[in-house]
């Protein structure tokens, strides 16, 4: 075994899949269904908004931001979306005006971060509330529905053998995300942001444009995030995606994806769909309720923030004694 693989085995990404083969493990014992191709689509059918958007939320975490407000972002989309569709504009014009609200409300939040210099932390959760409340106010408590079947099936329908159109989405976007990350110049530009924006300054990185991009990038992707969770559930609710920026959060954490910026990897971050995506299959599997799931995914939210601090403070204290 090479040093490479030993290393990577022993890194966070090594625990993370240790944990992921246990919980499959316990899955296999307990349903003899599980391994079925229709529950193991279902796996991801069931969250793949949340995995769409978390893919995002990654560029935005590296690079020592946060963006509170996707959920109310997708939630906005499908309601400007479905509340043109009941005054009778054609569909693929609402939709293509959701998703150009979706990316105005995140160059919205980047242009405060960036720009006058606010915390994202606070204009995020600004946005939270405020694109929730912009949500309710164009359907109030009416729940629209009655779209095309050709929009419905992009949320419900195979194209792909059992693989529907949101899986499709997920996964060209990983490789989107993957190549920016890991082998391009604005993914050393967002590794660099996140460990210091006075550094990147100096290197000559124009943060404010790539912040700017970054959450105008982070509110289209939620957009058609939320179209695609509108077109599965076939109507559109002004609470829709409700609380969905929890789970979200915690993928990114849950893979290694530092808090404070500067570091993580996609690995990580796929390893943690993975294994949060069958915990909450399992625990369904198990006949848990929503909010025990609720609770245990909270709970790892505060373990993922928590666990690589105490795990990097050990290994630090340890090579201090060897030297």
């Given at each position: 075994?090479?040093?490479?693989?030993?290393?990577?085995?022993?890194?966070?990404?090594?625990?993370?899949?240790?944990?992921?083969?246990?919980?499959?493990?316990?899955?296999i014992?307990?349903?003899?269904?599980?391994?079925?191709?229709?529950?193991?689509?279902?796996?991801?059918?069931l969250?793949?908004?949340?995995?769409?958007?978390?893919?995002?939320?990654?560029?935005?975490?590296?690079?020592?931001?946060?963006?509170?407000?996707?959920?109310?972002?997708?939630?906005?989309?499908?309601?400007?979306?479905?509340?043109?569709?009941?005054?009778?504009?054609?569909?693929?014009?609402?939709?293509?005006?959701?998703?150009?609200?979706?990316?105005?409300?995140?160059?919205?939040?980047?242009?405060?971060?960036?720009?006058?210099?606010?915390?994202?932390?606070?204009?995020?959760?600004a946005?939270?509330?405020?694109?929730?409340?912009?949500?309710?106010?164009?359907?109030?408590?009416?729940?629209?529905?009655?779209?095309?079947?050709?929009?419905?099936?992009?949320?419900?329908?195979?194209?792909?053998?059992?693989?529907?159109?949101?899986?499709?989405?997920?996964a060209?976007?990983?490789?989107?995300?993957?190549?920016?990350?890991?082998?391009?110049?604005?993914?050393?530009?967002?590794?660099?942001?996140?460990?210091?924006?006075?550094?990147?300054?100096?290197?000559?990185?124009?943060?404010?444009?790539?912040?700017?991009?970054?959450?105008?990038?982070?509110?289209?992707?939620?957009?058609?995030?939320?179209?695609?969770?509108?077109?599965?559930?076939?109507?559109?609710?002004?609470?829709?995606?409700?609380?969905?920026?929890?789970?979200?959060?915690?993928?990114?954490?849950?893979?290694?994806?530092?808090?404070?910026?500067?570091s993580?990897?996609?690995?990580?971050?796929?390893?943690?769909?993975?294994?949060?995506?069958?915990?909450?299959?399992?625990?369904?599997?198990?006949?848990?309720?929503?909010?025990?799931?609720?609770?245990?995914?909270?709970?790892?939210?505060?373990?993922?923030?928590?666990?690589p601090?105490?795990?990097?403070?050990?290994?630090?204290?340890?090579?201090?004694r060897?030297?």
């Amino acid at each position: 075994m090479t040093a490479a693989v030993q290393g990577r085995l022993m890194s966070w990404e090594g625990l993370l899949l240790a944990i992921l083969v246990v919980i499959v493990a316990v899955n296999i014992g307990y349903s003899p269904y599980y391994l079925g191709v229709e529950n193991i689509v279902n796996l991801f059918q069931l969250s793949i908004e949340k995995i769409i958007v978390a893919l995002i939320m990654t560029l935005i975490i590296i690079s020592g931001e946060i963006d509170l407000s996707v959920a109310s972002i997708m939630g906005l989309a499908a309601c400007v979306m479905a509340w043109m569709f009941q005054i009778g504009v054609p569909l693929p014009l609402g939709i293509l005006a959701a998703i150009a609200i979706g990316a105005l409300c995140g160059a919205f939040n980047g242009f405060w971060v960036a720009y006058v210099g606010l915390p994202s932390l606070a204009v995020t959760l600004a946005g939270l509330i405020g694109f929730r409340g912009a949500a309710r106010i164009l359907l109030e408590d009416r729940a629209i529905g009655g779209y095309p079947a050709w929009f419905n099936g992009l949320g419900q329908q195979p194209i792909f053998g059992p693989l529907t159109f949101s899986i499709i989405v997920f996964a060209v976007l990983l490789i989107v995300v993957g190549i920016t990350l890991h082998g391009s110049a604005l993914g050393r530009y967002i590794y660099v942001m996140g460990n210091g924006v006075e550094a990147a300054r100096y290197s000559g990185v124009n943060v404010k444009r790539v912040k700017l991009l970054l959450f105008a990038a982070s509110g289209a992707v939620s957009a058609i995030a939320g179209l695609l969770y509108a077109a599965r559930l076939g109507s559109v609710r002004g609470d829709m995606a409700f609380g969905f920026e929890l789970d979200i959060i915690t993928i990114v954490l849950l893979g290694g994806v530092s808090i404070f910026g500067g570091s993580g990897s996609l690995l990580g971050v796929g390893l943690s769909i993975f294994l949060i995506l069958n915990l909450r299959n399992g625990m369904g599997l198990a006949n848990i309720t929503g909010n025990t799931q609720t609770s245990v995914i909270g709970a790892l939210l505060i373990l993922s923030v928590l666990v690589p601090n105490i795990v990097q403070l050990t290994l630090k204290r340890l090579k201090g004694r060897e030297t």
